[in-house]
């Protein structure tokens, strides 16, 4: 018996590795995703005052801290049952649109990219994309990665670490020129999106081979999917129900978000610190797919499946067009997660040039200061990666004594094992082993765009890759990237 390790795994946010098992002929006999950082960031919060936690969360993640300042300030709201102002909620909206527009144009063109295009594992990175793509577009790519993270600064007081948001509201209002500032920046990045779907659909899925392997059966599994919408059924990052729907796109459940822990729960791994949700209605079956095992997938393409549309023009064209190349819906290929991102950039950059354009957005009442005990409360929104959940509960005077967070990648983490696991039985054979095909294993992983420091809180950091082949316990050969 032999094992490969891919550890870690590159071009993700965090820190993780694949172990692939090999039987005596060679071939996949087994494989996991692991993530075996220590996860405790929930401890640090607990005997804090509540009120200090949109501040704090978002100290779990350098990519994801928008999604953890929104779920704290919501889960705050919850605490103190306070109803914030119309101009508040606009605010907020705005900020995080920009937030997931940031993200999803760092993933994937500058994570995910370079494998569609790039042979050479040496230039398989953002120098590399640069040679393939041209230096205008890769300008115009970094351009508005910077426009979506100067929109966030203005809303919330940093690009990076945001501070705004509070129980009850906004810190401050916007400014009529902060105003023209993001719906300038917003337009563009509404012409900006619009070129990543054209891309996509003219260059990418024309490459060959692409269009067989992004309809195939090697990356695909016919799972639930979560994901939140509005009263329309469409797509929203910010609020609405959640919404569950059955492999075969039938409704399964739908439910407030202060009510997940009556429909999710988690199983344990003893090789991961990171947890594996499952639908509790269904039960934990193990790492198989299918409609009696438990197991559901978050994030960009998941949204989609449970949607009835998206609610600006452009977008909901693009939606449209990718279920009429699949012919189905849900569509269960991973790697349309990847077009699904470009869709919601669009959806982002709309809905971020709408917001701008509204008049109560520079309203002054953007906080209803909240007056009634603090108690417990839920605050969830769609961060880029899925569904995030906070969930906090306090003592009379507002310290907490309880935290649990539910992060995105968390939810596919049993999906990611599954995946690894059907690429590296499709692409390994024989004991044949290149690098090449420990790439394709890799793209797996990327598809979900996990972010391990959220789902572990992880310390290390590091982002080089190593690959261990081993027989029979023993470590016969070590690659690193």
């Excluded at 907020?92 to 790039?118: G, K, N, T």
């Excluded at 067009?321 to 959806?347: C, Q, S, T």
């Excluded at 961060?383 to 509960?393: C, E, I, Q, S």
Aim: net charge negative; with cysteine.
């Amino acid at each position: 018996m032999r094992k490969i390790t891919i550890h870690p795994n590159t071009r993700l946010e965090g820190h993780g590795k694949v172990d692939i098992i090999l039987d005596d002929e060679g071939n996949v006999k087994d494989a996991y995703f692991q993530v075996i950082e220590f996860r405790g960031f929930e401890k640090f919060c607990e005997g804090r005052h509540v009120e200090e936690l949109p501040r704090i969360t978002p100290k779990i993640c350098g990519v994801c801290p928008g999604a953890h300042h929104m779920a704290s300030a919501k889960a705050c709201d919850a605490v103190f049952g306070v109803e914030i102002p119309p101009a508040a909620k606009k605010l907020r909206e705005l900020f995080y649109c920009a937030h997931v527009a940031h993200s999803h144009i760092l993933h994937f063109y500058v994570l995910a990219a370079p494998d569609f295009f790039i042979e050479d594992k040496m230039k398989r990175n953002v120098f590399g994309l640069v040679e393939v793509l041209g230096k205008e577009l890769c300008a115009e790519i970094l351009d508005c990665r910077v426009y979506a993270q100067r929109i966030q600064e203005i809303i919330a007081g940093h690009p990076i670490y945001p501070v705004a948001a509070l129980p009850g509201g906004m810190a401050k209002p916007l400014s009529e020129e902060e105003r023209k500032e993001i719906e300038e920046k917003a337009k563009k990045l509404v012409d900006f999106a619009k070129k990543g779907l054209e891309f996509f659909e003219d260059v990418v899925l024309k490459k060959e081979g692409m269009e067989e392997l992004i309809k195939g059966d090697v990356y695909a599994h016919r799972t639930y999917y979560a994901g939140m919408v509005d009263e329309k059924d469409r797509v929203n990052f910010y609020d609405g129900v959640v919404k569950v729907v059955d492999p075969d796109g039938k409704e399964f459940c739908r439910f407030e978000v202060r009510d997940y822990l009556e429909h999710i729960a988690e199983h344990v791994e003893p090789w991961s610190y990171v947890k594996f949700p499952y639908l509790k209605a269904v039960g934990w079956k193990g790492f198989v797919d299918g409609v009696d095992s438990g197991i559901y997938r978050v994030n960009s393409l998941a949204r989609l499946n449970v949607a009835e549309g998206m609610a600006t023009p452009m977008a909901d064209e693009a939606y449209r067009k990718m279920y009429d190349f699949f012919g189905e819906k849900p569509v269960h290929n991973i790697l349309a997660y990847h077009w699904a991102r470009l869709i919601e950039i669009a959806y982002a950059a709309e809905r971020m040039y709408e917001l701008a354009c509204d008049e109560e957005i520079t309203d002054k009442n953007v906080r209803e200061v909240p007056k009634s005990k603090p108690s417990e409360g839920v605050g969830a929104v769609e961060a880029p990666r899925g569904t995030l959940y906070h969930h906090y509960v306090t003592n009379k005077k507002g310290v907490v004594e309880k935290v649990n967070l539910i992060v995105a990648t968390v939810q596919n983490n049993p999906a990611i094992n599954m995946s690894v696991k059907k690429a590296a039985q499709n692409f390994i054979k024989g004991g044949e082993i290149k690098e090449g095909l420990l790439n394709a294993v890799e793209m797996a992983v990327r598809a979900y765009d996990p972010c391990l420091a959220c789902a572990s809180h992880a310390l290390p950091g590091r982002l080089d890759v190593e690959v261990r082949v081993i027989r029979d316990g023993e470590v016969v050969s070590v690659l690193r990237a």
